[in-house]
């Protein structure tokens, strides 16, 4: 088992060849045990995701989409009830959101089979997709039988999941082109990552969110308008993709951004038409209904809420102050690695608001890049380069059911120690990418396992 390393330059120019390490380091047995494990936890997250029935996060949104097809806005109902239960999220008289944790809109408020603009067979949806997405989710999702919908969409994370190892393996190997061995070691690894198993069993957006951001980031030099595409779907999670958005704005990739624009423009219209009402008031009413559903944790929104500073113009400056920092420095190392680029981005985009579990598994790719820096490392510097590697396993247990969900004391000093490794990766994630040469794109190698 061996890996070459080198430092490629924006020329073309190899330097630096032939350190023995790398990827050969994880030796096929435990390459093995490690994939066996990520089955087995993925079979246990599909038994468990199959019991949640209309819990799911995906039947939610099917449930959503009902009413779409029917021509019922599924927002206005919603918001109704969240302001009579709860208040209007905005304003000095606004909820609290550390005192009120809101998870379902059909669990935390008051109605019944009467209630204005509500259909009695699924209750009040948690409407908390933008109207494009609505109209995506019911032209696909919506048309399916409900006792195939859970089933369907977990072939979809599934093949999403494949996809993100496959673009994500040769920044792991450091070799163009697919790598068997390199796409095999990713996925075991993505596999026994909490956030990944945590998306799988509620049936989320995150992973084909992620598959299509980063097959956007691919195609975006060679074939701009499927990028765009592909960027456009992304934004079924705005949370999400639009910080990673600013990648194609730094390229000066605008055909893309023409094909996101327009296309977002398009079903925003699209959604006026089909609702019969203002498209403005529907991202308005959207936007609302999201204001309401902002906890979680190891994000910047828990300190937010912490200082009742949700859904106030100090808050908001704090979130996109975060963006534009990071941002920021994505501008001035932008001829870096691709996936370097992203890391930076993908912290911006998980730090800026509230996100659930599921959502860190944004941080697969920066995860990718900092587990190939250690794998063509070594002596003094290999040591350095492990401690971002335990910080990522002090993370993930911390984003476990059991850790995340126990009020133990043990539990709770996991917590905050997932937060400290959270804020410490990405203060390694910035000094690696500041220190690298201009002309360094990533260090590369050829990995046989």
């Not at 603009?117 to 989710?137: H, M, N, Q, R």
């Not at 945590?198 to 701009?224: D, E, N, Y």
């Not at 985009?349 to 190939?372: G, N, Q, S």
Request: aromatic share 10%; proline share 6%; charged share 15%.
């Amino acid at each position: 088992m061996r890996l070459e390393r080198s430092v490629t330059s924006q020329e073309g120019k190899v330097i630096n060849l032939k350190q023995q390490g790398g990827v050969g380091r994880l030796q096929r047995g435990v390459l093995a045990l490690i994939l066996i494990l990520g089955i087995a936890l993925t079979v246990s997250s599909l038994r468990d995701g199959v019991r949640l029935g209309r819990e799911a996060d995906v039947l939610r949104v099917w449930e959503m989409s009902q009413y779409t097809l029917d021509h019922m806005n599924p927002y206005s109902p919603t918001l109704s009830l969240l302001k009579e239960r709860f208040g209007d999220p905005r304003g000095p008289d606004r909820a609290k959101l550390k005192d009120n944790r809101i998870w379902s809109v059909k669990n935390s408020t008051d109605w019944n089979a009467s209630t204005p603009g509500i259909k009695p067979e699924f209750g009040p949806v948690d409407a908390t997709y933008p109207p494009g997405a609505a109209l995506l989710f019911a032209g696909t999702i919506g048309l399916i039988p409900e006792t195939l919908v859970y089933p369907v969409w977990s072939i979809v994370v599934l093949v999403s999941l494949f996809l993100v190892a496959r673009l994500l393996a040769p920044t792991l190997s450091g070799r163009p082109g697919d790598n068997w061995s390199s796409i095999i070691t990713c996925l075991a690894l993505f596999l026994v990552w909490p956030p990944t198993q945590h998306a799988i069993v509620v049936g989320q957006f995150s992973i084909p969110t992620l598959a299509a951001l980063l097959g956007g980031i691919a195609l975006g030099s060679k074939r701009p308008y499927l990028a765009g595409i592909l960027f456009s779907l992304a934004l079924i999670k705005p949370s999400l993709s639009l910080p990673i958005l600013l990648y194609p704005l730094i390229k000066g990739w605008w055909k893309t951004l023409s094909v996101v624009f327009l296309s977002q423009l398009a079903l925003l219209i699209f959604s006026g038409l089909w609702f019969m009402e203002n498209p403005l008031q529907l991202v308005s009413q959207w936007l609302s209904i999201g204001s309401y559903f902002l906890q979680g944790a190891y994000t910047i929104q828990e300190v937010l809420n912490r200082m009742g500073w949700e859904n106030t113009t100090k808050g908001i400056l704090v979130s996109f102050g975060i963006v534009g920092a990071l941002g920021s420095l994505a501008l001035l190392r932008s001829k870096l690695h691709p996936h370097l680029v992203l890391g930076v981005l993908a912290y911006a985009a998980i730090l800026w608001m509230y996100h659930e579990r599921y959502d860190f598994v944004l941080l697969l790719v920066p995860l990718v890049t900092t587990l190939h820096a250690l794998l063509v490392t070594k002596g003094n510097d290999y040591l350095l380069r492990l401690i971002p590697i335990l910080l990522f396993v002090i993370l993930g247990a911390a984003l476990t059911e059991t850790i995340y969900s126990s009020s133990a004391p043990a539990a709770s000093l996991t917590r905050w120690a997932g937060r400290f490794s959270l804020i410490l990766l990405v203060m390694y994630h910035v000094r690696d990418i500041t220190k690298r040469r201009d002309g360094e794109v990533m260090y590369t190698g050829t990995a046989q396992l």
